[in-house]
């Protein structure tokens, strides 16, 4: 199943060409190999992901964890320094760019993503903290929860990504970027002086921003379980370990696109 994330979808390690990612190299047994040589082959402990160079959960999990622990370092720089939020989001888009057009990840990459991103996230964070305080905690026990259910679904398999399922998910998120490009430019030409443009418009006396905030937090749970979907692929057809990394940034993307969804969501309620 393809990943709408652009992350998964540039790189084969999470397709069904994976396994044409490394080629596995299989020792040749001699054939003069004695019945205790071959019992004592055979008794040796299974080589790690590691020692093999192949995806594993463990790998995985440690560097998704290790991306979000940075993020989180920048996003209280951002916190303390808001001004920086601005820079930190066009340099962030930029590295989001790279490394989704890498052909080959990069650890370094990655974590400069993640750190640049903190910083915006933790500054825009911050403004929006300022207006509505205690909104951030909100946001982020919403984005844990949400995160957390999408997992915990797809791991019991009460959850799977399908082709259907998607190809209404792929029509929504187009959709839904076209709206917030238009929202954008009514928004900086004064067409729509609102806070948050359009969003902000009555629908049977509800803000279009709450109803499609609510759609959108569904489309990022449905975009988690494509992720959780092609790191599972990848790590069935045994992608080289490197790729965690591109797991990783993916992960990272999707989580913050929720977390924003989330923070707006809660913001636009508030008012």
């Known amino acids: 199943m393809a990943s709408s994330n652009p992350a998964f979808n540039n790189s084969p390690a999470f397709s069904a060409r994976a396994s044409k990612a490394a080629e596995l190299v299989k020792p040749e047994l001699n054939g003069g190999m004695t019945a205790a040589q071959l019992t004592e082959l055979y008794s040796q402990p299974s080589a790690t992901s590691a020692q093999t160079d192949r995806m594993s959960y463990e790998d995985v999990m440690i560097k998704i964890v290790s991306s979000f622990a940075v993020l989180l370092v920048g996003a209280a720089v951002g916190w303390f ?31 400069s993503y993640a750190a640049v991103e903190g910083v915006f996230v933790g500054g825009i964070t911050m403004f929006f903290e300022t207006i509505y305080p205690n909104i951030a905690v909100q946001a982020v026990i919403g984005t844990l929860v949400v995160v957390g259910v ?28 076209v709206f917030s490009v238009i929202n954008m ?22 803000p279009l921003g709450v109803i499609l905030g609510v759609l959108v937090i569904i489309m990022a749970a449905y975009s988690l379980v494509l992720d959780f979907d092609s790191i599972q692929t990848g790590v069935k057809r045994g992608a080289p370990r490197i790729y965690g990394w591109t797991a990783a940034f993916g992960i990272m993307v999707t989580v913050v696109w929720l977390y924003l969804e989330i923070l707006r969501l809660l913001a636009i309620l508030r008012r």
């Open 81 to 111: 320094v808001p001004v920086l939020t601005l820079p930190a989001a066009i340099v962030g888009f930029v590295l989001a760019l790279v490394n989704i057009f890498k052909k080959k990840p990069s650890p370094a990459l990655v974590l």
């Open 185 to 206: 430019i009514l928004m900086a030409t004064g067409v729509n002086s609102d806070a948050f443009g359009l969003r902000s418009a009555p629908i049977f006396g509800i």
């Open 150 to 177: 999408t997992l915990a679904l797809f791991t019991s398999g009460k959850i799977r990504a399908s082709k259907k399922a998607t190809k209404v998910f792929m029509i929504a998120m187009i959709g839904y970027l």
